[in-house]
């Protein structure tokens, strides 16, 4: 299994902490946000991890490779990501995905148990938090019959729960998005998200729900965030 870090954007909501560092160098108390992935998903025994990175490329790779030498660690630079949403960034690993996925945003913290139960599951499998407070800026859900059928921001937040973007995906169906992503970037559609791709071949790929309930992951997008996990994590 392989772990794609998506970690290329320019953090701008977490300014003028992004200044100078990439997101994912920000710390939670002892920790880098990259340092508590990487240290899950190896605790977890994925040792061959794709890093998509944006503004200090250079900064970042150091910092990685200095603190994980034994991990087979590969950076996919987005030369665009000024300009572009991670849709872009996912498609430039193309080449790279030789094995089943586990594919999760570069802002995202969460409890180690959390990613074995979601490597445990069977199926294509993505996390659903079930009852915490919803905000415009989160991914939804809808599901039926206890499946995952389209994913947006735009979703109603009374009726659909919050999806946290950590995913498993076989290599079989992972290709399968990253050949949709493909025909949106070969269109132009740089600037959407990769889920919505995905909605368009929702009824091809069987993406299940995995719940939980409470702060066990979260995203850190602001400063609210950040504060938040550091009395959390």
């Known amino acids: 299994m392989k772990a794609i870090i998506l970690a290329s954007g320019t953090g701008r909501r977490l300014k003028p902490l992004t200044d100078k560092i990439p997101k994912s160098l920000i710390a939670i108390n002892d920790k880098t946000i990259i340092e508590r992935q990487i240290d899950s998903l190896s605790t977890c025994g994925i040792k061959d991890i794709i890093i998509t990175v944006g503004p200090f490329e250079k900064k970042f790779k150091r910092y990685v490779e200095k603190r994980y030498p034994n991990l087979n660690i590969i950076f996919v630079k987005n030369h665009k990501y000024a300009t572009t949403n991670y849709i872009y960034s996912l498609w430039l690993t193309s080449g790279l995905i030789d094995d089943d996925i586990i594919l999760l945003h570069g802002d995202l913290i ?86 919505d791709a995905f909605n368009k071949i929702s009824d091809k790929i069987i993406l299940k729900p995995l719940y939980f309930k409470g702060d066990k992951c979260m995203e850190i997008d602001t400063i609210e965030d950040l504060n938040k996990a550091k009395t959390i994590f």
């Open 110 to 195: 969460f409890n180690v148990e959390l990613l074995e139960k979601l490597i445990q599951e069977k199926n294509n499998t993505v996390l659903i938090n079930e009852n915490t407070k919803k905000q415009d800026k989160d991914f939804k859900a809808l599901i039926k019959d206890n499946r995952i059928i389209r994913i947006s921001v735009e979703l109603p937040s009374n009726e659909n729960p919050i999806l946290m973007p950590l995913y498993k995906f076989s290599r079989e169906d992972f290709l399968k998005w990253l050949k949709e992503i493909d025909e949106e970037v070969q269109n132009g559609n740089i600037n959407i998200y990769a889920e």
